[in-house]
Each structure stands twice: as structure tokens, then as C-alpha cells.
């Protein structure tokens, strides 16, 4: 019977054990969830946007070769210089102005070729909601309302393009390098 009674004092300590162990972990599931909740309310308001930003990088889905050198990149930055003066002004009064890049996929002697047009300034009124960035703006005769999901971190903020929206942009005719790209990631960085 002491053979039985000290197995049994053995599974017992065993299950304390592993019910200790799993206590301490539920606590520390805890304690990650907790710090996540915080994380995930941390808000980006209007003020923190307030001010201008120049885009520092733009990464494609799809690696493309716009400047025909050989050399693919998913990075738009590193492919042509159409993007470099792109920027957006936040005001204070809700309204934005921003200095977008234009450029055709029809150019060169087969009109196949990427080129770079005239950049577009574009105003609209904006807002931050629940962390999304929401811009109403007229393109073309159009009105347009995009609502951007933002990740900011200090001076940076990103959000995605998807095709669809991107196509009210740029008059890509197919097959080019540029219509296999279905989502640009555009990240800005504050500079005043």
C-alpha cells in the first residue's frame, strides 16, 4: 500500500507542477495581451500628421526594371527618378496638397517604354479616424474618397496602393512591367 500511496503522491506532485507551470504562463499570456491591447490603442491623431512629408520609399509586390538597366528592383526608388519630388502637406485646417508623380508606359520609338510626365498637384480635405488615414480628393473631374490604414512610427508613416486605386493614377495599357505590381507600399517621412 505505501508503494501505491507514494505513486500516487508522485502523480500528485507531478500535476501540481504542471498546473503551476501552466498558471505561470496564462499569467504571462496575460501580460502579452495586455501589452498588445495597449499597443493597438495607441492612436495616431491630427496632430501628429500636421506638417510635410516627402516620400522616402515606394516597394512593389513585383520586382520590375522601369530604367532598363538590367537590374530589378521592388523598390520604385531605385528604378526611376519620376517619384522624387512626390510629397503630401497635411494642414492644420483639414485641407492637404499634395505633389504626385505622372508617367505613361507608352513612350519610346514602340510606344512600350516607362517615361515620366509632369508631376500633379492634387488638394483635397483630410481626417485621422481609428488610426486610418481618410483623404477626399478630385482627380481628373472625379471625386475620390481613400481610406488608408497607417502604421507610423516616429517621423515615418506608410500605408498600401492597391492596383485598383493606383490605376486612378497611372494609365498602365497591360502587359507592361508595372501591371504585375497589385499592391505599392508608400512610405513618407516628415521634413517639416
Given at each position: ?26 499569467k ?91 508631376d ?51 494609365n ?19 521634413v517639416?
Amino acid at each position: 500500500m505505501k508503494m501505491i500511496n507514494m505513486l500516487e503522491i508522485k502523480k500528485l506532485a507531478c500535476f501540481a507542477l504542471v498546473a503551476l507551470l501552466l498558471a505561470s504562463c496564462s499569467k504571462e499570456e496575460a501580460y502579452m495581451e495586455d501589452e498588445m491591447i495597449k499597443v493597438s490603442n495607441a492612436t495616431i491623431t491630427t496632430n501628429d500628421l500636421i506638417g510635410h512629408w516627402e516620400l522616402s520609399r515606394m516597394v512593389s509586390d513585383t520586382a520590375v526594371n522601369l530604367n532598363q538597366d538590367g537590374s530589378y528592383s521592388t523598390n520604385l526608388l531605385d528604378e526611376t527618378s519620376c517619384f522624387n519630388n512626390m510629397s503630401i502637406t497635411f494642414n492644420s485646417d483639414a485641407t492637404f496638397v499634395t505633389n504626385n508623380a505622372t508617367m505613361t508606359f507608352e513612350s519610346g520609338s514602340n510606344g512600350d517604354q516607362f517615361a515620366c510626365i509632369a508631376d500633379r498637384i492634387d488638394t483635397g480635405t483630410w481626417k485621422v479616424e481609428n488610426d486610418n488615414l481618410i483623404l477626399t480628393m478630385e482627380i481628373n473631374g472625379s471625386t475620390y474618397t481613400h481610406t488608408k490604414a497607417l502604421d507610423m512610427t516616429g517621423n515615418t508613416f506608410n500605408f498600401d496602393v492597391t492596383k485598383i486605386e493606383s490605376d486612378q493614377y497611372v494609365n498602365d495599357p497591360g502587359n507592361t512591367q508595372a501591371s504585375e505590381i497589385r499592391i505599392l507600399e508608400l512610405e513618407y517621412t516628415k521634413v517639416e
